[in-house]
């Protein structure tokens, strides 16, 4: 990343003559990865909110799941010296880039709006590196959501569970009417964000910030990480088949189909699904996962600020204004399948999957928890290194639970500084 600093600011500095006198007219070029139906939705929503001030949305979307490519894509950009004014940075990977320079400062826009007062202690937190505000949050997903064909436990005569035992008795009833229980992906980020709710259940909030946030490489040998190790092989033997990485948005649809009754994946499925023309509460439901009630592992969309060869800092703050504000607030989650970021939202305004999202994360007695395998809690190194190990523990039969300990255990590294 210094490297790509370096570059880029040396082009930056090629360049002033150019930015001295801005392209006319107020179009952003908008780097992201939203390019399902739901997401593509979603995005479609925040440029109509732009557009009506005046901000024309330049899309560049580059598919891929979690947006492994489109951050390739900005970094090759940035080193030919032509950055996207607004690019979808999230997490760890957003200080990174901040820490480097390439993010503007958003401190003023929060202060105008009152971020301080009307967004989530959390968000703010995670939007703001080295005392500046650096990004505009726009969603927060809830990871450790299982979502259920609401017709296909009705015909097995079970109710949604809220327990291991009660799944495990609704998967029993799925296969005796000769139903597929679950929809799965071998898809490393996929099997990524199971293991990671899996692990937040068996292991309890306070063992998972010790091994994802403070990273202490021992604490992966816990025997409640074998539980969850063996939970995650026990799901995916459920597929009966061997292994396939099957895009998300298939498995969403599988479920919708009744080809599938259960999905363990992050809320962004539930936007899919509406997407679709399903109903929440006819065609489908959702809840925490067993072992998550009263727990919320999060991920967050956020929409960073470039700096480049012209000078759009005006434009780019009216960007943050605008999705910040409640109206595009409301109408961009309710597409994604995400809640807002704001604390002064009505929580009526949203269905029953979101509002509970929405008040777990806003309850004073839940657990909020940032996610790894969403870049929440880990940079790219150990996000993928994570990944691979879990991909490679299910796909390869002879790979004991314990080996797949340590190698966890050796992959984390403790932070180099608070974040």
């Known amino acids: 990343m210094q490297v790509l600093a370096a570059v880029f600011l040396s082009a930056l500095a090629l360049s002033d003559v150019q930015a001295q006198a801005p392209a006319p007219g107020l179009t952003l070029d908008v780097l992201h990865w939203w390019t399902s139906a739901s997401e593509r939705r979603a995005a479609d929503q925040l440029a109509q909110q732009l557009a009506q001030a005046g901000v024309l949305w330049k899309d560049a979307a580059i598919p891929g799941g979690g947006g492994m490519a489109a951050v390739k894509v900005l970094k090759s950009r940035v080193l030919m010296g032509d950055p996207p004014d607004v690019a979808q940075l999230i997490g760890n990977t957003l200080t990174d880039w901040a820490d480097i320079g390439l993010v503007l400062p958003l401190g003023e826009v929060a202060q105008r709006q009152r971020w301080a007062q009307v967004l989530f202690p959390t968000v703010l937190e995670r939007v703001s590196y080295k005392g500046e505000v650096v990004a505009a949050p726009l969603g927060l997903?809830?990871?450790?959501?299982?979502?259920?064909?609401?017709?296909?436990?009705?015909?097995?005569?079970?109710?949604?569970?809220?327990?291991?035992?009660?799944?495990?008795?609704?998967?029993?009833?799925?296969?005796?009417?000769?139903?597929?229980?679950?929809?799965?992906?071998?898809?490393?980020?996929?099997?990524?964000?199971?293991?990671?709710?899996?692990?937040?259940?068996?292991?309890?909030?306070?063992?998972?910030?010790?091994?994802?946030?403070?990273?202490?490489?021992?604490?992966?040998?816990?025997?409640?990480?074998?539980?969850?190790?063996?939970?995650?092989?026990?799901?995916?033997?459920?597929?009966?088949?061997?292994?396939?990485?099957?895009?998300?948005?298939?498995?969403?649809?599988?479920?919708?189909?009744?080809?599938?009754a259960f999905l363990i994946m992050g809320d962004w499925a539930l936007g899919e699904l509406l997407a679709w023309g399903a109903q929440e509460g006819r065609d489908f439901g959702c809840a925490a996962l067993p072992g998550t009630t009263g727990m919320h592992l999060y991920s967050m969309d956020t929409l960073a600020m470039l700096r480049g060869p012209r000078d759009r800092a005006s434009v780019q703050e009216t960007v943050a204004e605008v999705v910040v504000g409640v109206g595009a607030q409301l109408a961009y989650n309710r597409i994604k399948g995400s809640v807002p970021v704001r604390r002064d939202i009505d929580p009526a305004a949203l269905g029953p999957c979101s509002r509970d999202s929405w008040e777990t994360f806003a309850s004073a007695r839940s657990q909020r928890l940032p996610s790894l395998a969403h870049r929440m809690a880990a940079d790219e190194t150990i996000k993928d290194a994570v990944a691979h190990t879990l991909w490679r523990y299910l796909t390869q039969a002879q790979t004991s639970t314990q080996e797949t300990q340590r190698r966890l255990a050796a992959v984390i590294r403790a932070p180099s500084a608070e974040r």
């Open 141 to 260: 997903h809830r990871i450790n959501t299982l979502l259920f064909n609401q017709r296909l436990l009705a015909q097995a005569g079970v109710a949604p569970p809220h327990s291991w035992a009660q799944f495990e008795a609704a998967v029993r009833a799925v296969q005796a009417q000769g139903g597929r229980a679950l929809a799965w992906s071998d898809e490393p980020w996929q099997v990524a964000t199971v293991f990671e709710a899996l692990l937040l259940g068996e292991a309890g909030a306070d063992l998972y910030r010790e091994l994802v946030v403070q990273r202490r490489p021992a604490a992966w040998l816990d025997p409640r990480v074998e539980a969850a190790l063996l939970r995650l092989r026990w799901l995916r033997s459920l597929a009966a088949e061997p292994p396939r990485e099957r895009v998300w948005s298939d498995n969403a649809r599988a479920l919708w189909q009744g080809q599938a």
